[in-house]
């Protein structure tokens, strides 16, 4: 994962108000498949209140129902070129 060089400002992310979360798939629960390293699910997880977390993707990206785990955090909406999508978490159950 790239990050900013030493110098760079730094803010808290609990502070921001959003945060742009990419990913390999997204569902319309809001759940998203990332890369498998877990960086979103364990910074923003436990956190309340956290930031909106706002998935971005092109449509082929959102798929029905992905599988699930309990640490898996949601995405407040999901935003394509073609839609926004907010998220109906909660519902179905983990897998």
């Known amino acids: 994962m790239l990050e900013p060089p030493a110098p760079a400002a730094t803010a808290d ?3 921001l108000s959003c945060v742009v979360v990419p990913g390999v798939a997204f569902d319309l629960a809001g759940y998203r498949l990332g890369r498998g390293a877990g960086y979103y699910d364990r910074s923003f997880g436990s956190a309340a209140p956290r930031p ?15 599988p699930r785990e309990v640490h898996d955090v949601p ?3 999901v935003i394509t070129e073609r839609r926004r999508v907010p998220a109906r978490a909660g519902e179905g159950r983990p897998s």
Do not use: H, I, K, R
Request: charged share 15%; glycine share 4%.
């Open 13 to 15: 992310p609990m502070e």
């Open 52 to 66: 909106a977390l706002l998935g971005v993707a092109f449509d082929w990206q959102l798929v029905a129902e992905l």
């Open 75 to 77: 995405m407040a909406s």
